[in-house]
């Protein structure tokens, strides 16, 4: 197993990414560093996210969104996105077993992961 290095700035940026449950920019991630009182270049946060999402400590969430998000939750789950905030949620029910079989059975393909993101109007936003 490969020697995982957290550097000052990589454990900044996961306990950011950790203590954080709406899924944050890298911009966010950097605004709230600042917050804390710490200045990193946009580099090192950058090239920080692609380290803690290779060594499996995070994941980078492609919502449809121009920009990722991050998601310290590595357990098996899916997202919810609002479609005119942007708000994301997780969503922890399961995808019914029936679902997988008729995708692979459609598809051809040994469905190995699955990550579905739903969309949607969040109850803040349907209320205004």
């Not at 197993?1 to 996961?14: D, E, F, G, S």
């Not at 789950?77 to 459609?106: D, F, S």
Request: proline share 2%; glycine share 4%.
């Amino acid at each position: 197993m490969t020697k995982i290095n957290l550097t000052t700035q990589r454990k900044a940026i996961l306990e950011v990414i950790q203590e954080s449950h709406d899924h944050p920019t890298a911009a966010d991630i950097i605004e709230r560093l600042r917050d804390k009182g710490s200045s990193f270049a946009y580099g090192t946060v950058y090239n920080s996210l692609r380290y803690l999402t290779d060594a499996g400590l995070i994941q980078e969430l492609k919502l449809g969104e121009a920009v990722s998000r991050y998601d310290a939750r590595m357990d098996d789950h899916h997202h919810i996105m609002c479609k005119q905030c942007g708000r994301v949620e997780e969503v922890l029910t399961e995808l019914p077993e029936e679902w997988l079989k008729k995708i692979a059975a459609e598809t051809k393909f040994a469905v190995q992961e699955a990550h579905v993101v739903l969309e949607g109007v969040c109850e803040r936003c349907a209320n205004k």
